[in-house]
């Protein structure tokens, strides 16, 4: 599942291939992890010729820490044939080179660090339709106009709530529910004031 457009990759790219602080296998696992987020180490091992897993996990650990990528957890115990971890292009790499700081760059991060918020609180192990759910929080951040913090504040009430996280596990869900959730985070902001006063 790609996370950017293919004209942002390839921007992201000529960042890359002139970085010195990424070598040749991670430039690789780059453009692997473009065409798949959702990949088994094994597998990546196999289809990159690395010869080590100690190797994989240092070339993943730098092009996480050089901003490149993002590691997200599933949130699931270790099970075979199935990978912890969803590794997503960072899309915020483009924006540190980026010195024109203008409204559009701004609100395109807004958009996909509430997207990555979302699905770091309330994860999920099925498919996501990656466009219609971002254009959800496109939606909900520059059409419905809620700032990013209190669409945070409610993602966080509907991740500590199991029956709600199920209920919202989407972006689009989410959003066309999103009055009702407002309703219960209010109610619930209130009971505990109450409890406080």
Known sequence: MENISNDDFIKLLNIALKDEK????????????????????????????????????KF??????????????????????????NYFI???KLQL??????????????????YYYFFEKIPTNKKVDKNLNLKQITLLLEFDNYPILYLKNLIDFVSENEELKFLYSRP????????????????????TSTKEN
């Open 22 to 57: 990424i070598n040749n296998y991670e430039f690789k696992m780059l453009l692997y992890i473009f065409n798949n987020s959702d990949f088994l180490i094994t597998q990546l091992k196999k289809d990159l010729r690395i010869s080590s897993f100690n190797m994989i996990s």
């Open 60 to 85: 993943l650990k730098n092009l996480v820490n050089e901003n490149y990528i993002i590691k997200v957890s599933k949130h699931i115990k270790n099970s075979k044939n199935v990978s912890s971890y």
């Open 90 to 92: 960072n899309v915020e």
């Open 97 to 114: 080179q980026n010195n024109n700081k203008n409204t559009i760059n701004n609100a395109f991060y807004d958009n996909w660090n509430l």
């Open 172 to 191: 689009l869900s989410f959003r066309k529910n999103i009055n009702e959730i407002i309703s219960l985070y209010e109610n619930k902001n209130q009971i």
